[in-house]
């Protein structure tokens, strides 16, 4: 099951995809729309000052052309990567003996997946294998 939280996160990123035209939701879709809300991932990462610029999301967003794939989240196609960052976060949460799927996982599901774009983006701004360290830590 979703947390609120992880739900309202992964359907923005819906809103996130077709503001930049896009008709399939990604990865870095999903970091955008985690950035944009109070949520535990963004604490996180704000806690370490790791910069989420929405501006530098925009313009990765912007240059990247992305497939669609075959799964649907809430009537949104998701990219194999964005379906794979979401069996990840599901995978993770049951790992953690976690309920729920939460924005942590999202998170964690990302910095997992190195070649996704998401993750390309949080390496433009933190080293990634120190932030997994710290994501170990705190859940």
């Known amino acids: 099951m979703w947390s609120a939280e992880a739900d309202a996160i992964v359907r923005a990123a819906?809103?996130?995809a077709?503001?930049?035209?896009?008709?399939?939701?990604?990865?870095?879709?999903?970091?955008?729309?985690?950035?944009?809300?109070?949520?535990?991932a963004a604490a996180f990462l704000q806690s370490f000052a790791?910069?989420?610029?929405?501006?530098?999301?925009?313009?990765?967003v912007k240059?990247?052309?992305g497939t669609r794939g075959r799964m649907l989240f809430a009537d949104i196609h998701l990219t194999r990567n964005a379906?794979?960052?979401?069996?990840d976060a599901q995978g993770a949460a049951r790992r953690a003996s976690r309920e729920f799927v939460g924005?942590?996982?999202?998170?964690?599901?990302?910095?997992?997946?190195?070649?996704?774009?998401?993750?390309?983006?949080?390496?433009?701004r933190?080293?990634?294998d120190w932030l997994e360290e710290q994501l170990k830590k705190a859940f």
């Open 18 to 40: 077709r503001a930049f035209g896009n008709d399939y939701v990604g990865t870095e879709h999903i970091l955008l729309s985690l950035s944009r809300h109070a949520n535990l």
């Open 50 to 60: 790791i910069p989420i610029s929405i501006v530098g999301l925009s313009s990765a």
């Open 103 to 124: 924005s942590e996982h999202l998170l964690w599901a990302m910095v997992s997946n190195r070649e996704c774009m998401a993750a390309r983006a949080l390496a433009k």
């Open 14 to 16: 819906g809103h996130e």
């Open 83 to 87: 379906e794979q960052l979401v069996l």
């Open 63 to 65: 240059s990247v052309e």
């Open 126 to 128: 933190c080293n990634l």
